[in-house]
């Protein structure tokens, strides 16, 4: 768990710990938005924000030493020190290298040693096998900080990763941040530093740019001068050895100066790391994302059709989905999608209006939104009425709205008045074509000075070459971002919705039906099981033993019988009653249909008896002979149905990932199948199925009634852990799953488990979302006799913890927030769903619930993201519930869990008026660390 906050916090971060800055209104304008902190001045990781970044050093160094400086013309190590020179960086620069007595000037030293001063950062050109001396010369000096541009390391084999290890150990042991190797380095346009051997320097903006790829960083930065796309920071990453996406994204939240993220990907690196930041920072700044390879083949065929279908580029999409990011084909659309967050409100549906001049243009704009997933927005009675009012006869009539070649400033400056009133559109797109009576300039210069933002979205299309680039201008110069061609602006409408719809997921409250029974399944009982089976060698479950397990998770299966011999098969048949199926009972073959393993609808006794011997006999004759150990005999289920199939594969950057979709033997010919990462909530399961073509056959179809879609959500959250509880796990695979409005069955199951070694090996990817930790619930009794559960928050928790904030006083909400807040301050929904919302990696928050299920008390640990091991915690009681011992036995109890988590010390603040928590925190162990007039400063040693 990477947890808790730490050392010399100030008072504003520690009233933000506890009041996340809410979403601003151009982000969310669904909701109203109260804060006190501007939306992007405010520290967005707001949670896990310290005073000291450790990556203040590597990116805004007070000075630099280069070591393999030289003048050689056309070096890296002449282009680095001429960069820092030529650039607007003020800091002190430092040659390096023993052979020369300046590089360009300045006064170079032998060796890094030599160097009389402190060094924030060190620029490392020289040859790869140096550098392992190098970086522990640079942790002898005590540099916090390095960009590594060499290569040769692990791109190269065995010894090149041997290196890299070395380096890495030297640096975790002195606390030591590096980026690279094998990269171009990085500019902060702030600072004006510039450790690049690019050859100039970004423009200044306001958009953070990071990218694994050198090259094309290179490529991106000449097209950023020609586009006037400026950079609030421009980094290259390279392999990644330290300072990874996580890292950035972190200290680019943080980042006053940054208003958006954008990412070249190739490979994601930590995903634990990259899913729990971004999920942090989406929610105030867009991360926007291209990640190349969506055409390659991800994953070698697995033993069943869900690993068949899950490849990286699908589980990719479905984390990005997972923590609001916004994934892009195109480079062009990375720095256009940038552009329109920034400058337009998010839309709140699909539906758009698209007003022209030309039918062709309009009819190309709507391929492309549908194509996407946006839709045409009807246009009401009431709005056609007013357009007729002022339009030409021969306009559309519909939308696209057609409002004719010879349409003037003042006609198209009415239209978009009228249709974005419209309350069935969610945005609207202007089309401009120059025709021979269009004046673009003019039209622009109208739009915007009749035109105000308002909530909706508003594009533009000013199509052709020089006649409308200054048209163009008018509107970038305003806000309204404008694009060449219609089907590109059409494009990033319905973008704009797929990363509202992903931002909305992070917010939406879900329902939980079944954590009364996960928290009732004997998860380490069934992984002994699985894991003795895994230690006979074998990796494959029967469906006996499938479906044991699938039965274990309230997922229901058909009932199910072995039979040895063909009298057994008589039996149990006769037990389950006609007519039933048999199917060939094997440790050893996994799919039965090819080798005529299965018999469907049987009647009687002598029908039972054949299939055994012809299934016995088939295998035999497929040279399988020895795979035969019985059958098992199943009803033959009658009821007619929806073939679903629900499965999960193992990723090896993800770990579980589960697959809904349509099922059956056609499986993979369709391939209607959508992935998600879990654990899954309800929200998350409902917007999975959403994303499949089946889902709607699900509501009901020809003369079929719809299913119980809650039911099914249930199910699928309750899969979703089992895949998750169980490392053993490989592959499930539940096809079919038969659906109908009278319930659920899973006709057929199958496991496959990982080798024991693999598992033995801890090499596996872990969940990189950690479940509900359910081993942290307990039960307490106050001093009264009241009985009061202890338990990690839920994200269906915010409305209990809505009325446990309008339960407590003014002068409990000054003690425990250090300043005043209004209710509505206290419980708005986006503040709310951030408190409940716990990636428990880094952060918990305990409740005390009482006997009527209220919550009566809230204690939270936040691992501090400058030291993993140290946390902060934060306590409050609800009024009548103070002064019975709850604050005492919740504080032990966090106390408790932080020791469990791996951290070694807790610290928090303490208004110097509030003698109670002092008194208390004092008597468990903490001492003060610093003091002042208002804030006492507390730390506990674990």
Known sequence: MKILLGIAIAYIVYYIHWNPPIVSKKAFPMTPAVSTLPAFHAPTHSVFHSTVNPLDKLLAPQNVAVVGATEKPGSVGRTIVWNLLSSPFGGTIYPVNPKRDNVLGIKAYPSLGAIPDSIDLVVIVTPAASIPALMQEAADKGIPSAIIISAGFKEVGPEGQAREQEILAIAKKHGMRIIGPNCLGLMNTTSGLNATFASGMARKGNVGFLSQSGALCTAVLDWSQTNNVGFSVFASLGSMLDVDWGDLIYYLGDDPNTQSIVIYMETIGDAQSFLSAAREVALEKPIIVIKPGRTECAAKAAASHTGSLVGSDAVLDAAFRRCGVLRVDTIEELFAMADVLDKQPLPKGPKLNIITNAGG???????????????????????????????????????????????????????????????????????????????????????????????????????????????????????????????????????????????????????????????????????????????????????????????????????????????????????????????????????????????????????????????????????????????????????????????????????????????????????????????????????LIERTKIAKALKGYRGKGPINMAELESLLVRFSYLVMNHPHIKEVEINPLLASETGFMALDARVILHPATDVQSGTLQPNVIRAYPYQYISTIALANGEGITLRPIRANDEEAICQFHSRLTDASVFQSYNQAMSLTERTAHQRLARICFNDYTRELTLVAVDATNNIVGVGRLSRQRVNHQTGLFRLIIQDDHQGKGLGRQLLSRMIEIARLEGLTCLMGEVLASNAAMLKLTQSVGFSLMATDDVIQTIRLSL
């Open 361 to 687: 243009p309009g009819v190309i704009a709507t391929d492309a939104l549908l194509m996407n997933g946006g839709e045409l927005a009807d246009v009401s009675t009431a709005t056609l009425d007013k357009l007729n009012t002022f339009l030409p006869s021969a306009w559309s009539h519909g939308n696209p709205i057609d409002i004719l070649g010879d349409a003037d400033p003042e006609r198209y400056a009415e239209t978009l008045t009228v249709v974005n009133a419209d309350d069935e559109s969610d945005g609207t797109l202007v089309i401009l074509t120059p025709q021979a009576m269009t004046d673009p300039l003019e039209t622009a210069r109208t739009l915007v000075e009749r035109f105000k933002q308002g909530t909706k979205p508003v594009l533009a299309s000013w199509m052709g070459g020089n006649d409308v680039l200054a048209g163009r201008g008018i509107l970038n110069q305003a806000g309204i971002p404008t694009f060449d061609y219609p089907d590109s602006a059409a494009k990033a409408f319905s973008m704009m919705w797929r990363y509202q719809k992903n931002l909305e997921s992070l917010y939406e409250t879900p329902g939980y039906r079944d954590q009364d029974t996960l928290a009732l399944v004997d998860t380490a009982s069934l992984s002994d099981q699985l894991s003795a089976i895994a230690a006979t060698g074998r990796t494959t479950l029967t469906e006996i033993e499938s479906k044991d397990l699938l039965r274990s998770y309230d997922i229901p299966v058909t009932p199910i019988q072995q039979a040895a011999t063909p009298d057994e098969a008589v039996t149990a048949a006769q037990t389950i009653g006609y007519p039933v199926v048999v199917k060939l009972h094997s440790t050893t073959i996994t799919h039965k249909s090819d080798l005529g393993g299965v018999k469907l609808n049987l009647s009687s006794d002598d029908d039972v008896r054949k299939a055994f011997v012809g299934i016995q006999t088939s295998l035999v004759q497929h040279g399988c002979g020895d795979g035969f150990e019985g059958v098992t005999v199943q009803p033959m289920v009658s009821f007619k149905g929806t073939e679903l199939i629900i499965g999960s594969s193992y990723d090896p950057q993800f770990g579980p990932v589960v697959a809904f979709g349509a099922g059956g033997t056609l499986v993979e010919l369709f391939e209607d199948v959508a992935f998600g990462l879990p654990p899954l909530n309800s929200t998350l399961v409902r917007r």
